[in-house]
Nanobody, 132 residues
Framework: QLQLVESGGGLVQPGESLRLSCGASGFTLDNYVIGWFRQVPGKEREGVSCIRNSDDSTYYTDSVKGRFTISRDNAKNTVYLQMNSLNAEDTAVYYC?????????????????????????WGQGTQVTVSS
């Protein structure tokens, strides 16, 4: 059974950091673009950061550039999102998702695949709250 499970969310104060984890079972992440999405009540779910595991290429939405870092650990079949300098606008439910499989050669970049319509699998979400 193909599954994605997120962990690492919680309550932090502005300026602090969190590290989210997305573990996969039933498939290997190497042939997928793995993304982190977030959703705030009243707003559409948006792509935050995505990584194409086969070559480690990445995409970040403008609002998190320089603060968030997406990475992978193939041995653990896990993708991480390191979130630094968090602010109240980062408060949301964060979801892990997988788009693919990617079949090479391809023009499917992390940017083009980091949209809701491209995702095949979703995790259950983890709450991130940034508040003093």
């Amino acid at each position: 059974q193909l599954q994605l499970v997120e962990s690492g969310g919680g309550l932090v104060q502005p300026g602090e950091s969190l590290r989210l984890s997305c573990g996969a079972s039933g498939f290997t992440l190497d042939n997928y673009v793995i993304g982190w999405f977030r959703q705030v009540p009243g707003k559409e779910r948006e792509g935050v950061s995505c990584i194409r595991n086969s070559d480690d290429s990445t995409y970040y939405t403008d609002s998190v550039k320089g603060r968030f870092t997406i990475s992978r650990d193939n041995a653990k079949n896990t993708v991480y999102l390191q979130m630094n300098s968090l602010n109240a606008e980062d408060t949301a439910v964060y979801y892990c998702a997988a788009a693919g499989p990617i079949r090479w050669p391809t023009i499917q970049t992390p940017m083009t695949m980091c949209v809701i319509s491209k995702q095949r699998y979703w995790g259950q979400g983890t709450q991130v709250t940034v508040s003093s």
